[in-house]
C-alpha cells in the first residue's frame, strides 16, 4: 500500500500553472507538517515547501517564494501545491513527505511521485 500518491505533474510551457496533489488512503495528512520536495537528475534533492500542523505555517525555498503555494484540504485529506510561472529549471519529480512531526519537514515517508517537465 503506497504511504502518498502524489497526481497532477506534467508538461508545460515556461510561464504555465500546475497544481500537484499529495492524497494517501493509510495516513491523515492534517496530523503531521507536511513537505513537497524535488529531485532533478544531476542536482541534490530540494525541500520546495512545507506546511506545519500545529497552525498551517507555510515555508518555502528561496527558488520558488512568490511563485509556489503549499495548502491542505483536511476534508480530502490533500496536500496540494500550487505552481505558477513555472521555469525550466523547475522541471523535476516533485514528491509529499513527512516525517511524522507536527513542525518541521523532512522525507522519511515518501510517495513515488510525479514528473513535472518546463519546457517549450
Known amino acids: 500500500q503506497e504511504r502518498f500518491v502524489e497526481s497532477g505533474g506534467g508538461f508545460v510551457q515556461p510561464g504555465g500553472s500546475l497544481r500537484l496533489s499529495c492524497e494517501s488512503s493509510?495516513?491523515?495528512?492534517?496530523?503531521?507538517?507536511m513537505g513537497w520536495f524535488r529531485q532533478a537528475p544531476g542536482k541534490e534533492r530540494e525541500g520546495v515547501a512545507c506546511?506545519?500542523?500545529?497552525?498551517?505555517?507555510?515555508s518555502y525555498a528561496d527558488s520558488v517564494k512568490g511563485r509556489f503555494t503549499i495548502s491542505r484540504d483536511n476534508r480530502k485529506n490533500i496536500v496540494y501545491l500550487q505552481m505558477q510561472n513555472v521555469q525550466p529549471e523547475d522541471t523535476a519529480l516533485y514528491y509529499c513527505a513527512t516525517d511524522f512531526n507536527g513542525v518541521t519537514c523532512g522525507d522519511a515517508a515518501r510517495g513515488q511521485g510525479t514528473q513535472v517537465t518546463v519546457s517549450t
Open positions: 493509510r495516513f491523515t495528512l492534517e496530523y503531521y507538517a
Open positions: 506546511i506545519s500542523q500545529q497552525d498551517g505555517g507555510t
